[in-house]
């Protein structure tokens, strides 16, 4: 162990106990740092393959358990164009270099007799836990010209989910379920009904299942579901349909109450998890579901893991819980969620962006010039179900000396008259990022688990957070007083995570300033983030990979 660095980790991470081995000197709950070793998987001084110019920004990526990593990433603009867009991969088992799973040079695969080419990618990757297959939303212009009934041409696709379980990219889902051809790719239980959008980011699981959101319009109605198709190697993944697992024309379990919402899945293996929810903004019934992708019975029976309306573990009596996060980790035992419980709520004042798409920040801006005025919970944590003990354990709670907030913003969407009027409106969205897996002790068979996840230290003022401290943290379970380490903080001396992260012209280490992690971002023993480091004028950001120290496995 390199004593050195660690105590130089112990200073930047402001934490109380340094230890060598598990428990040693620690106090309960205290956080206790350990060393990290970290592999770049990619920082900006890679170029983008196929192009001239490096990779500046990335969104958290996902790996399977075998350290393969798939990221979206993206370049500046400048003199030779827009901005490279794609979804990539590294092995980082092997150190293979970079590869392009699709850019905006890509031709979007069969059905496309317009030669249409990605946009991009609106949604981070995902990875099945034990095999190579990726799956990621994909937008474009059209891709199928073909004639209606009277004769007429009508063009449509316009996005679409995308997987290579096969070695090669293949149309999963699409738009194009209102093409006779394709009725294949139609809502389940309809006639030439197409998907509108599929929001969010579709998981992947066995060597060719993809599993998804998916939202669609019957007669005038918006409705949503959960899915999943299998797929075979063939041109769209043959002619097998699209299954349904739970849409709002179904009651929530144990209810006479019909579905309002349900968020995008997870799965692994032949099962899969979601939130599902009476009303998503308020709800007052619905929990967090698991069901077989596998059976004659479909939909299938779906098994409840965790309500609305449940106890929370660790809390008195009558402590309810009242929020279920939607960003599900499952690794075929485990489920990692957030939830809220009580009636406070804290104040906070939201302030437009200033990176990102130009067309998104202008319409944000003027729809909430003086800032987006919301409550979030005060009592919220961090929690596992266990699907094969039905227990479920805290990881994190709020408001306590560690942390104070789990929950994160971002303004994103269609912006009115920007594109294809079928996407999901521009709106505040909030998230909760937590990853979980039971694989670092090499199996599932047992109750034990690590989680890793964001939270957020700081005092609200004025409807700001002051001084806020973020970091991504790892605890181990099922006691929920197992050790606790930050993995990443902001402020961190950033070369601790890459040796790059110095100012060009001064040669200062960089400060870490911000961080992400994903649920499919933690499997087996590895962990894979993105990290920014510095200024907008003077930094550096990357993608990088470690796995849980000896002492915590």
């Known amino acids: 162990m390199n004593w050195n660095r660690l105590r130089r980790l112990a200073m930047v991470l402001g934490a109380s106990t340094l230890i060598s081995g598990v428990g040693r000197g620690a106090e309960v709950d205290a956080p206790v740092v350990m060393s990290f070793d970290w592999q770049v998987v990619v920082n900006n001084g890679v170029t983008v393959p196929g192009d001239t110019r490096k990779f500046n920004s990335y969104n958290q990526p996902s790996l399977n358990i075998n350290q393969l990593v798939v990221f979206r990433?993206?370049?500046?603009?400048?003199t030779t164009g827009e901005p490279a867009h794609g979804i990539f991969t590294r092995d980082m088992s092997v150190r293979t270099p970079v590869n392009t799973i699709f850019d905006r040079n890509t031709a979007v695969p069969y059905p496309n007799n317009l030669s249409s080419t990605f946009v991009e990618p609106p949604s981070f990757p995902r990875i099945a836990i034990?095999?190579?297959?990726?799956?990621?939303?994909?937008?474009?212009?059209?891709?199928?010209?073909?004639?209606?009934?009277?004769?007429?041409?009508?063009r449509a696709g316009t996005t679409g989910i995308y997987t290579n379980p096969f070695g090669y990219l293949l149309t999963g889902a699409s738009k194009l379920g209102v093409v006779p051809a394709f009725s294949f790719f139609e809502v389940p239980g309809t006639v030439g009904i197409p998907f509108d959008v599929f929001p969010g980011a579709p998981a992947v699981t066995g060597p060719a299942t993809i599993v998804f959101k998916g939202n669609y319009t019957l007669e005038g109605v918006s409705r949503t579901g959960v899915y999943f198709r299998d797929l075979i190697n063939a041109p769209t993944g043959g002619f097998g349909p699209v299954v349904l697992i739970a849409d709002t024309t179904m009651f929530i379990p144990g209810t006479s109450t019909l579905f309002g919402s349900t968020a995008p899945p997870s799965a692994a293996g032949r099962l899969a998890v979601f939130t599902g929810l009476d009303n998503e903004d308020n709800p007052t019934m619905g929990g967090i579901y698991s069901a077989p992708l596998a059976g004659t019975v479909w939909p299938p029976p779906l098994t409840t893991l965790v309500r609305i309306g449940g106890a929370v573990p660790g809390e008195a009596a009558g402590a309810l819980f009242t929020r279920l996060g939607e960003g599900l980790s499952f690794d075929g035992r485990f489920v990692g969620f957030w939830g809220a419980w009580g009636s406070e709520t804290k104040t906070l004042i939201l302030k437009c962006p200033t990176d990102g798409n130009k067309d998104l920040l202008a319409y944000c801006n003027q729809q909430y010039p003086n800032g987006f005025v919301t409550t979030v919970p005060l009592h919220q944590g961090i929690f596992v179900h266990d699907t094969a003990t039905h227990t479920t354990y805290t990881v994190a709670k709020a408001p306590n000396v560690n942390f104070d907030d789990f929950v994160y913003w971002n303004f994103s969407g269609l912006v009115p008259g920007t594109g294809d009027s079928d996407g999901e409106p521009?709106?505040?969205?909030?998230?909760?990022?937590?990853?979980?897996?039971?694989?670092?002790?090499?199996?599932?068979?047992?109750?034990?688990?690590?989680?890793?996840f964001k939270a957020r230290k700081g005092q609200v003022v004025n409807g700001e957070y002051v001084n806020a401290v973020d970091g991504i943290y790892l605890r181990k379970g099922p006691a929920s007083l197992q050790m606790l380490t930050p993995v990443v903080k902001t402020g961190m001396d950033g070369t601790l995570i890459d040796l790059s992260a110095v100012d060009p012209l001064t040669q200062a280490h960089l400060p870490v300033t911000a961080m992400g992690i994903e649920r499919d971002g933690f499997r087996g023993k590895s962990l894979a983030i993105n990290v920014s480091m510095g200024t907008e004028a003077a930094g550096w950001a990357g993608i990088y990979l470690t796995v849980v120290p000896a002492a915590m496995q």
């Open 426 to 452: 521009a709106r505040w969205r909030f998230a909760s990022f937590a990853a979980v897996s039971g694989w670092v002790d090499g199996k599932l068979t047992d109750s034990t688990f690590h989680t890793a």
């Open 73 to 78: 990433g993206r370049s500046k603009g400048g």
């Open 130 to 154: 034990a095999s190579k297959t990726i799956a990621t939303r994909g937008n474009h212009q059209p891709v199928w010209e073909y004639q209606l009934s009277d004769g007429t041409d009508s």
